[in-house]
C-alpha cells in the first residue's frame, strides 16, 4: 500500500447518522490508537530508531491514513457482514468445498487487492516493507468490526512468519510471496481427536518418500479455516511424527502441506487436491463466519520445515503469533462491547438518577445517568483502552526483534525475546479473560435486549468465549507464565521487568506531577514490590511442593495482567497529563480529561482485585489436591 | 401425587453406564439434596412445625420417592431433549400458534397427568396438599436437565401464587383449578418496548366494560411461553393502566387476560381467540426452547385482579416467585456445569500431574490430577452445592410463610416476609452471576470441545445468560437490596440477620469442635461484624451522597452473597462434621469428608473475593459519576 494508495481510498467514509439509527455500529478508535501510539508509546522515536525497509516512510501521518482506510474498510465492508457471518455461517458442500459467508469473499478479494495482506512484510516477498507493529493495528480494527473474518488474514500472517523463520529457500520461493500477496491463506494443524494442549500425544504420521518430501497421514481437528472459498490454495503447517521419532514432544516435526500441489510457475489445478480433505466443520458457539474443520490427511504430500523432531519449536513461532492474535481478540471484544453500549446506555430511558432528574424532557434519565451502569461502562472503556496500550507495546516489541534479528544482534534479540516471551502469556491469559468479561457485561448494559441475536452483543460473547481455549487455554498460559518463563528461567525476565517498573515510579516521584499521578505512581511501586514478594514466595512453596505452583497459576497470571494494565494506565495518565500541560483547544482538553478520569476509575475498581488474587493464589494446595476423583460426587461420574 | 403413584414412577431409573459413554449427562443430586435438608436444615423438625394439609404425610422417606421420581423423569425424559430444544427451538406458524421442540408437550403431557403441577397446592384447588419448599426442590432437579422445560410450570406457578394471593374468588374459582392440574399455563406480561426495569413507563391500557371486564391495548415484549402448544389455554397476567389511572406505577393495575375465554364449565373454544396475538418470537442466545413472544394485545377481554393501581403491588408475588426460580436457574446451571466437567475431567487425559505420574498405564493423566482444574471443578462444586443450601432455606421460609399466613399470625408472617425479602435479592443476584460464572468454567474445563454444541456446555452458558438479567436484572436487586430492603427498612432485617450470624457462630465456638470448624467460625464471625461495619459506613455516605449507594450496591450484592454462601458452607460443614462423628460404613464417611474438603476450599478459594468487593464498593462516587455523557468517547457515540 503505497501513501497514494491509501489516500485513493480515504473518500471511503461512513456517515454516522444513517448508523446511528440501528444502535449496532463499529467505528475505528482513531483518536485513541493515534493517543496510544504517538503520545503513550512514542511510536515515532521508535519508528525513527528503527532502519527497516520503509520505516522511514511510516510517520505519524502515514500512521492514521493506514487507520483511517482500513478503518473505512472494517465499518463500511467487514462490520455489516458480522451479522450474517454469525447467522449463515459457513457450510460444507463437499470433501474439499466450504461456502463462506455472504460478503467474505468479496471483501478478502478487496482486501487482497488493496494489497493489505502484505503491509508489514518485506518488499522482497512482494509486501510493503513497513513495521510489524501496522499490521498489528490494522489488526485490531478488523478484529473489532468482524473477528471471523480478521482471521484469514491472521492465519495466514502466522504461516508467512513460520515459513520466513524455519522453511528451506525453495519452499520460501514457492510459498510466501502468494500467502504474503494473500492469494493462498494458511493454517496450523496441531490438534488431533485426543489430544489439544498436551501435544506429546500427537500421532499424525509422516512417511519420507524417494524425492524427499513425505505422505501424511491422520486426523486434525479444530483446524481454523481450514477448508474455505476465499482462496485457490490453502498453505497447512502440520505437527507430524517421522517414523523413527522419540516419543513426545521431542519427536514432532513441522510440514508443510498444500491443499493444493502448486506447478513451478506458481498456478494450481483447481480440480485436483492433495490427499487432505475435510470431515466435517463443527457446529460451535460463536465464530460461525470461521469454518472449524476435521481435517483428514490421507497420505497427503508435505515437505519438512526446518529440523526434524524440532517441529513444535518452529511451530512455536507461529503459536505466539496467534497468542499475540487471540490477545487482540480479547481487546476488540471488549472495544465492541463498549462501543455498543455507549450507543445504548445514552439512548434508552430508564428510572429517574438518585441524584436528580437529568433529562427532565423525557419519561426518565438516559440509563448511563445510573452509577451501576456507568459502572459497566467505565470497565469495559478502562479495559479496551489498557489491552489496547499493553498490545502496542508488545507490537513495538516485535519490531524490534524483527530488528535485531535481521541486523545480526543476537544478544539484543534474546532480550527482546524474554520480554516479548514474558508479556505474551500474561496478554494472552489475562486479556482474553477480561475480553469475556467485557463483552458479557455489554449484554449486561442492553438488559433483554443483550440477549436477542440482532442486538449483536450476544454474538460478541459467543465469538470471543474461545478466546481464553485457543492457542493454550488460560490454564495452560498461566503455567507457561510461572513455570516456563518465570521460575525456569530463574526470575530473569520478570526482575527485569520490577526493575522497569521501579525506576520508571521512582523517575515520576522525582518529577512531581499532580497529586493523582504521584498517587498512582507510589500504587504502582507498592504493587511491583508486592508482586515481587509473591514471587519469591511462591517459588519458595514449589521447591517442596510441586502442586503449590499449579495452585497459584491462573490467579498469579490474573494478578500480572491488573499489575502489567495499571502501569499502561499510568503511562496513560502521564502521556494526557502531559499534554493537558499544552493542550488549548477545548475538545482536545477533554480528550485527555476523559483519559485522566479512566486511568482513576482503573486504580479504584479494577485494580483492587488483585487483593482477592493476592489471598487466593496461596491456597493450601492440600486444599486443592486432597479429595480422591472419586470422592468430587457421590451422585454422579462416580 | 400419592404415596403409592409416586411408587409407580419408581422403576424407571437411568443405566449410567450408557449414559457414561456420551459424557453428556445429568443424574439428580439426589444424596447431595437429601443431606441438605435432612442434615443441615432439619427438614423433618421442619415439616413436623408445618401443620400443612398432608405436611404429615411427608416425611423423609416421601421426600425421597418424590426426589427418585421426578429425578427419573428429568433424567429419562427431560434431558434427552434438552439438545434439540436448542438446536430446533421453537417456531410460530401463526397469529396464535407456535410450535414448542420435539417431546416438549409430550413430555408436558406425562408431567400434567401425573400430577406433578400440583405437588406443593392445597387440595381444595386439586392439589396435593404437599409444601411448598418440596415443590422447589423438583423444580431444581428439573431445571438442570432442562431449564427451558421448566420454565412452562415455573411461570404457571407464578399466576397461580398471584390468582391465590389477589384474584377474587370467582376468578381463582375459573382458573386456579386449570393451573393447578397443568391443563393450563400462565405468563407474566410487565416489559413493553419502551421500559423494562423501570415500570412506570407502561403504557398498556385498559377499558372498562359495561359488564365489568377490561379491554386491553398494548404490546408487551419479552413474554416467557407467551404463546405454545402445550396447553389449551393460557392466562396472561397484564400490567396495565386504568384509564384515569395517576401517572408512574401508583397507576398500574394488574388483569388477568386468557388467550381463550373458558365457558362457565371451563371448557374452551380452540377455534376462538380473545384479542392476543404473537408479534414475533425472539431470537435468542439461549433457552431457545422457550418461546420469547412480543404479545400485542389488541382489544383483548380481561378481568382486574386485585385493587385497582395496585397492579405493581401484587405483581410482586408474581415477580418473587419468578426470581426465586431464576435463582434455582443459577443453582442448575452450575450443578450441570459440574456433572458434565466432572465426567470430561476424569476421562480426559492430558500432560503429566507436576507432583508425579498418576496414570502410569496411560499416555497422560486424566486432567482432574492438574491443579487448574481441580480449582475449577471445585468451584462449580462448591457453588453449586453452597446454591442449593441457600435456595433450600428460603423454600422452608417459604413454607413458614404460606403457614403464617393461613394461620392468620400476620405478626410471624411480617417477619419471615423480611427475611425473605432481605435474601430474595442476594440469591436472585448473587446466584445468576455464580451460575454464569460456573456454566463459562464448564466451558473452561473440556477446552476446545467445550465450544462445541453438541457436547452441551456452551448451551448451558448461552441459557443461563439471561439469568442475571431477567427478573430484574443484577443492578436491580441491588439497590433492592440495599435500598429498599437494608437502607428503607432502617437496616432492621439486615441486623436480625447479623444478629443470627452472631449468635450461631458464638454457640459453635462455645461448643468446639474440630480446628477448622473452629477457624471458620471465626471467619464467618468477623465477616459478619465487617458486612455490619460496610453497612453502616455506606448508610453514612448516602447521607450526603445519594450515587454513592448506586456506585456501592452491585459490589455489595455480591459481598453479601459470599458472605451469606460462607454461613452455609459453615452450617453444612458443622452437619458433616456431626454426621462423621457417628458414621460408620465408609462409604457415608467419604460423603461428609468430601463435603468438610469442599467448605474447606471455599472459604480457601471463594470466600476472600470479599476482599476486592470491600475496597470496590467504596469507589469515590466522583471517580464514576465526574465523566459527562458525551466523553465517554471521543471516536464514537458522540
Known amino acids: 500500500m503505497t501513501r497514494a494508495g491509501v489516500r485513493q481510498l480515504l473518500p471511503r467514509k461512513i456517515v454516522p447518522a444513517a448508523l446511528s439509527a440501528t444502535h449496532r455500529h463499529y467505528q ?15 511510536y515515532q522515536k521508535h519508528l525513527q530508531k528503527l532502519p527497516l525497509q520503509n520505516g522511514d516512510s511510516c510517520d505519524n501521518d502515514f500512521v492514521s491514513m493506514v487507520t483511517e482506510a482500513v478503518g473505512s474498510f472494517a465499518e463500511k465492508e467487514l462490520y455489516p457482514i458480522s451479522e450474517t457471518s454469525d447467522s449463515v455461517g459457513c457450510k460444507q458442500t463437499g470433501p474439499s468445498s466450504v461456502i463462506t459467508p455472504p460478503g467474505f469473499k468479496e471483501t478478502y478479494g478487496m482486501y487482497v487487492e488493496q494489497g493489505w495482506m502484505g503491509l508489514s512484510y518485506p518488499e522482497e516477498w512482494g509486501g510493503q516493507g513497513m513495521p510489524q507493529s501496522l499490521s498489528l493495528v490494522t489488526a485490531e480494527i ?20 513460520t515459513l520466513m523463520g524455519h ?21 496450523m494443524c496441531l490438534t488431533e481427536p485426543q489430544c489439544g494442549s498436551d501435544l506429546a500425544q500427537v500421532k499424525t504420521k ?21 477448508e474455505h472459498d476465499m482462496a485457490d490454495n490453502i498453505v497447512h503447517c502440520v505437527l507430524a511424527r517421522l517414523p523413527d521419532a522419540p516419543e513426545g514432544t521431542k519427536g514432532i516435526s513441522l510440514f508443510l502441506v498444500p491443499k ?31 469454518p472449524t474443520c476435521e481435517l483428514i490427511f490421507d497420505g497427503a504430500e508435505g515437505y519438512l520445515i526446518g529440523t526434524p523432531n524440532r517441529g513444535l519449536n518452529h511451530m512455536f513461532t507461529f503459536i505466539n503469533t496467534s497468542r499475540m492474535g487471540t490477545a487482540v481478540q480479547g481487546l476488540s471484544a471488549s472495544e465492541l462491547a463498549f462501543q455498543h453500549s455507549l450507543w445504548y446506555a445514552k439512548d434508552r430511558l430508564a428510572m429517574r438518577s438518585l441524584s436528580g432528574v437529568k433529562n427532565p424532557d423525557g419519561p426518565a434519565d438516559a440509563i448511563i445517568e445510573h452509577p451501576d451502569v456507568r459502572k459497566m461502562l467505565l470497565s469495559m472503556k478502562a479495559i479496551s483502552e489498557g489491552a489496547r496500550s499493553m498490545v502496542y507495546e508488545c507490537a513495538l516489541l516485535q519490531d524490534e526483534l524483527t530488528e535485531a534479528e535481521w541486523g545480526g544482534d543476537m544478544e539484543r534479540a534474546k532480550k527482546v525475546d524474554d520480554r516479548m516471551g514474558f508479556l505474551t502469556p500474561i496478554l494472552k491469559g489475562f486479556l482474553t479473560e477480561l475480553g469475556v468479561e467485557a463483552a458479557s457485561t455489554g449484554i449486561q448494559v442492553y438488559g433483554g435486549h443483550g440477549y436477542i441475536k440482532s442486538n449483536k452483543q450476544e454474538q460478541n460473547l459467543r465469538d470471543v468465549r474461545i478466546a481464553p481455549v485457543w492457542e493454550g487455554t488460560t490454564g495452560i498460559q498461566a503455567l507457561d507464565l510461572l513455570g516456563r518463563k518465570v521460575m525456569l528461567q530463574k526470575l530473569r525476565p520478570f526482575h527485569k521487568h520490577i526493575a522497569e517498573v521501579y525506576s520508571y515510579c521512582f523517575a515520576l516521584l522525582r518529577e512531581g506531577g499532580g497529586r493523582n499521578l504521584r498517587r498512582h505512581a507510589t500504587k504502582m511501586l507498592l504493587g511491583a514490590l508486592e508482586w515481587q514478594m509473591l514471587t519469591y514466595r511462591i517459588a519458595a512453596r514449589a521447591a517442596s511442593d510441586k502442586d503449590s505452583l499449579g495452585v497459584a497459576s491462573v490467579d498469579y497470571l490474573m494478578y500480572s495482567g491488573y499489575q502489567h494494565m495499571g502501569l499502561h494506565w499510568l503511562k496513560m495518565e502521564v502521556a494526557a497529563e502531559k499534554a493537558l500541560s499544552s ?35 496461596f491456597t493450601p494446595t492440600d486444599s486443592i489436591m486432597r479429595m480422591k476423583p472419586e470422592h468430587f460426587s457421590f451422585d454422579h461420574a462416580l
Open 142 to 161: 478488523i478484529a473489532t468490526a468482524n473477528w471471523a473474518w480478521g482471521m484469514f488474514p491472521g492465519l495466514s500472517r502466522g504461516a508467512i512468519n
Open 167 to 187: 522453511a528451506s529457500d525453495e519452499l520460501k520461493q514457492q510459498y510466501v510471496p502468494k500467502l504474503v500477496s494473500g492469494e493462498w491463506t494458511g493454517t
Open 206 to 226: 509422516a512417511e519420507p518418500q524417494p524425492d524427499g518430501s513425505y505422505k501424511l497421514s491422520g486426523t486434525k481437528i479444530f483446524i481454523s479455516c481450514g
Open 28 to 42: 475505528t478508535p482513531a483518536k485513541d490508537i493515534a493517543f496510544v501510539l504517538n503520545e503513550t508509546l512514542q
Open 583 to 617: 493542550a488549548e483547544r477545548e475538545q482536545s482538553r477533554e480528550f485527555y480529561e476523559a483519559k485522566v478520569d479512566t486511568a482513576q476509575f482503573y486504580f479504584d475498581t479494577l485494580y483492587p482485585r488483585t487483593k482477592s488474587l493476592v489471598a487466593t493464589m
Open 260 to 290: 493444493r500441489k502448486p506447478s513451478k510457475d506458481g498456478s494450481v489445478d483447481m480440480k485436483k487436491v492433495n490427499g487432505v480433505s475435510v470431515g466435517r466443520i463443527e457446529d460451535k458457539m460463536g465464530c460461525h463466519g470461521s
